[in-house]
């Protein structure tokens, strides 16, 4: 069965801090895909990041980066320096190659709540 | 400009009066699909839509219903709300074999 893990449910770091949220996977697919979303105290949820299973470089994206290791199955996220604008529930998400990398079916983690304190 | 509109964005209600949740994309977006969170249990989908006319359920689909008879449309319906079904409401469109998934603003909905 498909399942995505977010083990972390809340973490707190002062600003310009490091901090990686961390996400485990399960899925019996060979061709899978990965997202990452940001859900701020607005409600609406923000894209970060699409991943296919055959790209485990890294990527960068200024102070956001994301490391995707298939042998652990992980993708974990990682905000460099972090800003009281960060403080948002991260999510995690899985979709499966059936739907050929669409988000319109996307399996998500619980979420990290993140806080930046000043 | 692209997007995904929700209506109504807060509803309060009580069990048993059968309600509509609209979900509209002007993006002639292939797949449409509904979400609900709760606390502690992040996103879980409801149904989803891989075109016109096709349907499926997802993880929570009891106690709602959808249609999807044009593509920019895909309506969410509870028959006879029950307080547990509660929740923030997400709709979603995304083309096949897309990069990204445009969300709706959400609809939060009370049922007392």
């Known amino acids: 069965a498909q399942k995505v893990t977010q083990a972390q449910t809340e973490i707190s770091v002062v600003e310009k801090e490091d901090v990686t949220l961390d996400c485990v996977y399960e899925t019996r697919d060979t061709t899978y895909y990965l997202f990452w979303y940001k859900q701020p105290p607005s409600g609406e949820l923000v894209f970060l990041i699409r991943?296919?299973?055959?790209?485990?470089q890294n990527e960068i994206s200024g102070r956001y980066s994301w490391n995707f290791q298939k042998s652990t199955s992980s993708f974990n996220f990682t905000i460099t320096a972090s800003q009281v604008v960060d403080s948002a529930v991260y999510f995690c998400?899985?979709?499966?190659?059936?739907?050929?990398?669409?988000?319109?079916?996307?399996?998500f983690g619980k979420g990290t709540k993140l806080s930046v304190k000043p | 400009e692209a997007q995904v509109t929700q209506n109504p964005r807060y509803l309060i209600t009580v069990t048993g009066k059968k309600l509509t949740v609209t979900c509209s994309q002007n993006m002639n977006h292939e797949y449409m699909s509904w979400y609900r969170q709760d606390p502690g249990l992040g996103l879980r989908q409801i149904y989803y839509s891989m075109n016109v006319e096709v349907t499926d359920k997802g993880d929570v689909p009891e106690g709602y219903k959808v249609s999807r008879k044009e593509k920019r449309n895909f309506p969410l319906i509870l028959e006879s709300p029950s307080p547990n079904q509660t929740s923030l409401y997400f709709c979603?469109?995304?083309?096949?074999?897309?990069?990204?998934?445009?969300f709706g603003q959400g609809t939060r909905l009370t049922v007392v």
């Open positions: 998400a899985l979709s499966e190659e059936r739907y050929g990398g669409s988000q319109g079916n996307l399996i």
């Open positions: 991943r296919n299973s055959f790209d485990e």
């Open positions: 979603a469109s995304s083309p096949a074999g897309g990069t990204e998934a445009f």
